[in-house]
């Protein structure tokens, strides 16, 4: 599989990459991006790539689902993420009796100005911690659903805007499940990606404990950026280069999961997921110090940006067939096709002089 996506690399032509991007703000972009990294690897121990890809999200305007255990650090990294970048943020604890407007906000009368006045709810900060999102009911669940696509919220015909930038870090408890309500397809699909935490390793746990022995690190961060800072690394993400044969195999890899033949899979991803595919994609390249996209980096976001959007038939559970097995068999169906494309182009092109010399 490496050798079929090096050579795709090779075929693909990369060579014309954004001419949008300034180099100067692309360097400085990519630094205070590894400050925020290095920031966060002091809070939250052994889990680089976890803060990077919740990073990555951040850098693509999207929202992530952190669906792990109790204690591994969920509500941390979000509280961090927020300190380090100098964000307002909130956190919902979402509980059966959380109603919609504790969201969204209301409106009160005010007997003075004979009006009705708006009172803020939760959702209006940079970061909003869903935490335990299953365990409120739909109706409260969905009162997410316009400010995660839209960045807006409209209380009685009025809409009001979220500050920029805006993301929404939720997160689930996969083992119980006495009290909850599954997040419906519509939900999930508002997720660029689903990530989990795990436990730490040993010497990472022993360090985490005795780090707070007296007090909590959290409480030394410093605040190394600030909200402009990530907007203009988020604006310049979006010109991060793609090559036109990666726009289809980006849609490739997607659209096999609605492939109605398929022995497990009831329902595949949507375009909203080859977008965020794209947009991860993008945000890999300019952790990684590129100002284009390549195949290795839409392979190493697929799982992420598309298992949570899958929903299996019964015989797979059956089975105990999961949807990264799933999709890590597509990976290895996908690349040949494109790489073979690819080739015969190739082979097709007329002989040039320079051929010929």
Do not use: W
Request: glycine residues 4%.
């Amino acid at each position: 599989m490496e050798d079929i996506t090096n050579n795709i690399s090779n075929i693909a032509d990369i060579s014309n990459v954004s001419k949008a991007i300034n180099q100067n703000d692309f360097l400085e972009s990519h630094a205070n991006v590894l400050k925020i990294i290095e920031q966060a690897e002091n809070i939250i121990l052994g889990k680089k790539d976890v803060i990077q890809m919740t990073i990555i999200s951040l850098l693509c305007q999207g929202h992530v689902l952190i669906e792990d255990v109790p204690g591994v650090g969920k509500t941390t990294l979000a509280s961090a993420l927020s300190k380090i970048i100098g964000l307002k943020y909130k956190r919902a604890q979402f509980t059966p009796d959380v109603m919609p407007s504790d969201i969204t906000g209301f409106s009160i009368y005010n007997k003075t100005t004979n009006e009705l006045e708006y009172k803020e709810g939760l959702a209006l900060c940079n970061i909003l911690l869903a935490d335990e999102i299953n365990r409120t009911s739909p109706k409260t669940q969905s009162s997410l659903l316009e400010v995660m696509e839209e960045g807006t919220i409209t209380v009685d015909g009025k809409t009001h805007h979220v500050p920029t930038p805006f993301m929404v870090i939720a997160t689930q408890n996969p083992i119980g499940f006495v009290g909850t309500h599954p997040l419906p397809e519509a939900q999930l699909d508002r997720f660029i990606m689903r990530i989990s935490i795990g436990y730490p390793d040993t010497a990472n746990e022993i360090k985490i404990i005795s780090d707070r022995k007296i007090e909590n690190p959290i409480d030394k961060i410093k605040t190394v950026i600030n909200s402009a800072d990530i907007i203009k690394a988020q604006n310049i993400v979006k010109n991060i280069h793609i090559d036109e044969t990666l726009y289809k195999y980006i849609v490739e890899l997607v659209a096999k999961t609605r492939n109605h033949h398929h022995q497990y899979i009831t329902l595949g991803a949507s375009p909203r997921a080859s977008l965020s595919l794209m947009r991860l994609s993008q945000a890999k390249a300019f952790l990684e110090k590129r100002d284009y996209i390549i195949p290795e980096d839409i392979l190493s976001m697929y799982v992420p940006a598309i298992a949570h959007r899958i929903i299996l038939k019964q015989e797979a559970k059956l089975k105990k067939v999961n949807t990264e097995d799933i999709l890590n068999d597509i990976k290895k169906l996908i690349a040949p096709q494109i790489l073979s494309e690819n080739v015969n182009k190739a082979q097709r092109r007329k002989p040039t002089p320079a051929d010929k010399n």
